[in-house]
Nanobody, 123 residues
């Protein structure tokens, strides 16, 4: 399993941008599909974005498609989530996660999770 640490969260005004990073430690990072999930206040976890272990496949939740971009740098063992045109409804704790599947959006397929980073979007 990987150990994952998220960073880059914070407070931003609506329409602004943030880039989240998730640094992984452990073996064979490039063999894992990576995902971002979020938990809005008082709500369940929800899928945000995922990237396959070969970087040529990605998937996004409808609510963020066209605004968020997931990417990875296997040389740095890091996955990123670039978030543009942020909306108040994007406010949540954002978690990165790792899966041994080729590409998946099912949270039960992810065996390693970070502690989360708070993103707050003010109106």
């Amino acid at each position: 399993q990987l150990q994952l640490v998220e960073s880059g969260g914070g407070l931003v005004q609506a329409g602004g941008s943030l880039r989240l990073s998730c640094a992984a430690s452990g073996r064979a990072f490039s063999s894992y599909a990576m995902g971002w999930f979020r938990q809005p206040p008082g709500k369940e976890h929800e899928f945000v974005a995922a990237i396959g272990w070969r970087s040529d496949t990605t998937d996004y939740a409808k609510s963020v498609k066209g605004r968020f971009t997931i990417s990875r740098d296997d040389a740095k063992n890091t996955v990123y989530l670039q978030m543009n045109s942020l909306k108040p409804e994007d406010t949540a704790i954002y978690y990165c996660a790792a899966s041994l599947e080729v590409l998946t959006t099912d949270p039960t397929d992810f065996g390693s999770w970070g502690q989360g980073t708070q993103v707050t979007v003010s109106s």
